[in-house]
C-alpha cells in the first residue's frame, strides 16, 4: 500500500534551517511527485512547494521562493524539504503529498503523517 | 495568483440535516488539458487532510455517497446531504490549475 512515512519532530532558533524528510513506498516513486503543505498552529493548510521524482522539476509557492528548496532522491524513495531562516512564524505541521510527476495541482489522496517543526529562541 | 474563498468559515448543522460549502476562485479554474483541478479536503483535529472529492465531482474510494461536488468556472460546491457525527471537521477546497491554493477552510460543528 501506499505510505508517506516523514521524519520526527524539529525543535530550531530563529536564523536556522530545517531538513523534512518523505520517504516513500508502495508505488513507483519516479512516476509521481510529492507536494509540500504546511499548517501553522490553529491555521489552514498552506502550499509550499512541489518536486517532480520524474524529472526534478520544481514548483514553488511566492512567498517561500528563495527560501525553500524541495527535492526528490530517487535512488532512495525519498522527499526533502529545506526552509531555511526560520522564524517563529514557521512553527507549522510540515506535510508531504502525493501528487502528479508533471505538475503540482493534481494532489492526491496520499499524505505523510505531518512533521511539526517548532521554532523558538 | 489565485484566491480560493470559501463560506461560510463556521458551518453548525444538525445531525441528520444536510450541509453545504461555497468555495469561489478569482480566475476560472479549467486547465488546458480540459480537466477542473477543483478537489475538497476534510480533516479532523489532529489528522493529515482526507481527499473527499477531486476534479470537481469524482468522489474517492471509500468516500460515502453523502458527500457531492459540483460546480463550473469560479463558483463551487460541496453538499453533504445528511451530516452525520464522524463530519464534523475543517474542509478545505483546493485549485489545482494554476500551481496550486488551499481555500481558507470552513469549520463544520454539531449543534
Known amino acids: 500500500q501506499v505510505q508517506l512515512v516523514q521524519s520526527g519532530a524539529e525543535v530550531k532558533k530563529p536564523g536556522a534551517s530545517v531538513k523534512v524528510s518523505c520517504k516513500a513506498s508502495?508505488?513507483?516513486?519516479?512516476?509521481?511527485?510529492i507536494t509540500w503543505v504546511r499548517q501553522a498552529p490553529g491555521q489552514g493548510l498552506e502550499w509550499m512547494g512541489w518536486s517532480s521524482a520524474y524529472n526534478g522539476d520544481a514548483n514553488y509557492e511566492k512567498m517561500f521562493q528563495g527560501r525553500v528548496t524541495v527535492t526528490t532522491d530517487t535512488s532512495t524513495s525519498t522527499a526533502y524539504m529545506e526552509l531555511r531562516s526560520l522564524t517563529s512564524s514557521d512553527t507549522a505541521v510540515y506535510y508531504c503529498a502525493r501528487g502528479s510527476w508533471a505538475a503540482p495541482g493534481n494532489l492526491e489522496d496520499y499524505w505523510g503523517q505531518g512533521t511539526l517543526v517548532t521554532v523558538s529562541s | 495568483d489565485v484566491v480560493m474563498t470559501q463560506s461560510p468559515l463556521s458551518l453548525p448543522v444538525t445531525l441528520g440535516q444536510p450541509a453545504s460549502i461555497s468555495c469561489r476562485s478569482t480566475?476560472?479554474?479549467?486547465?488546458?488539458?480540459?480537466?477542473?483541478?477543483l478537489s475538497w479536503f476534510h480533516q479532523r483535529p489532529g489528522q493529515s487532510p482526507r481527499r473527499l472529492i477531486y476534479k470537481v465531482s469524482n468522489r474517492d474510494s471509500g468516500v460515502p455517497d453523502r458527500f457531492s461536488g459540483s460546480g463550473s468556472g469560479t463558483g463551487f460546491t460541496l453538499k453533504i446531504s445528511r451530516v452525520e457525527a464522524e463530519d464534523v471537521g475543517v474542509y478545505y477546497c483546493?485549485?489545482?490549475?494554476?500551481?496550486?491554493?488551499f481555500g481558507g477552510g470552513t469549520k463544520v460543528e454539531i449543534k
Open positions: 480566475q476560472g479554474l479549467v486547465h488546458r488539458d480540459g480537466n477542473t483541478y
Open positions: 483546493m485549485q489545482g490549475t494554476h500551481l496550486l491554493t
Open positions: 508502495g508505488y513507483t516513486f519516479t512516476n509521481y511527485g
